[in-house]
């Protein structure tokens, strides 16, 4: 196995702290809102992260919290706390608003096959442990108390942008012109580790502290949550790139300070899924959800797909165009998939060979593109359909792209499951290019495609139930 590591900007052979075993945490959702499917891509590759370890035969524990207090509207500790003003939208309490969305967000992570973490901690479940890091850190001289809020005292430190050399400027994400800034902080970098009633008076969830009523910083919440499940030394620790600073900045900071010692190893970031406007967001034109998809007739397996064709690391590009592309090639690949027929007897020195081939493929740094690829080289191999089927279904552990499940659902009974899989492939092709082509208003294409396939004998009829097509 080998991944990139963020914090040291190289690709690297992975090597646990324990042999065989691997302690992963996520960070999960701020629960004041639906994930949109830029959100999700994040969550797709760790999900693959996590099960190439597993196929590759390592003992994986990982695990994830849930913000459900204390993460404001900027991620430099400034604006509005999200969940009050999710709770503000929908005239609900903080925790209903809290509970609506964690089961939404379960929901979604159901439908696009990410497998559910081992530990899934809310934030709230562990306010005795932040007030115990932060009074370590009071300890220690790392923190200290103003405006009734208590800070982390970055200048403390030998180093604090850890992720590389970007200037100052580059690196405050989050950080708007209209924001105040927070005249007690000594250093322009410090974060709150605890705020109490002196920041909003209307704060929903408060507790009591050494430091007086109050709640958790967003920050303080991966570092402990960590702690509590997978013990002081950590393998990997993911999320998307935008966490990389000053989220993931700041936990290493307050996890090391307080430990003593070197906290994580590796650091996975997921880069951002983005629309013609930019990077995708719930701030910005139609808010696109799981939900969303489904209700304009996609399946979200195809968006899973449609993540797993790039690199985690490149920034990836989303239109319906190519998601109508995605919907074709996995159509395509399950007519494929349907054609093969589980004849003769597994072949388990075949089945040894195509999965370290794919160990190889997708362990070099995730390379999920190859591992797609190796799935049409089986296809194309001279192997007996019942080997070939062991290998898909292998694979498939890791792609989770319910292959064999939608392959075997194409029964004799489906008009078009006895077809030539190639003619299937070609006309369902046709079919995601005339659905592009409307919904871009571009009818004279659209027309154009319908007259193309019935020069080739096919009829196409647009149903309720989707685009029908017999041959003339």
Known sequence: MKIYNSLTQRVEEFVPNEPGKVSMYTCGPTVYHFAHIGNLRTYIMEDVLEKTLRYADYDVKRVMNITDVGHLSSDADTGEDKMIKGAKREHKTVMEIAKFYTDAFFSDMEKLNIKMPDVVEPATNCIDEFIKMISALLEKGFAYKAGENIYFDTSKLKSYYVFGNQSEEELMVGVRDDVTEDTNKKNKNDFVLWFTKSKFEDQALKWDSPWGVGYPGWHIECSCISMKHLGEKMDIHCGGVDNMFPHHTNEIAQSESFLGHKWCNYWFHVHHLNDQTGKMSK????????????????????????????????PLMFSFEALDQAEGTYKKLINRIASVKPEGSTDEAALKEWKDKFVEAVGNDINTSMGITLLYDVLKSDLNGATKRAIIADYDKVLSLDLIKAADALTPADEHANDDPELVAFVEGKIAERKAAKKEKNFELADAIRAELLEKGIVIEDTREGVKWKKA
């Open 283 to 314: 701030s910005k034109g139609e808010f696109l959800t799981v939900s969303l998809l489904e209700k304009k007739g996609y399946n979200p397996v195809a968006y899973r797909l449609f993540c797993l064709q790039s690199h985690y690391r490149k």
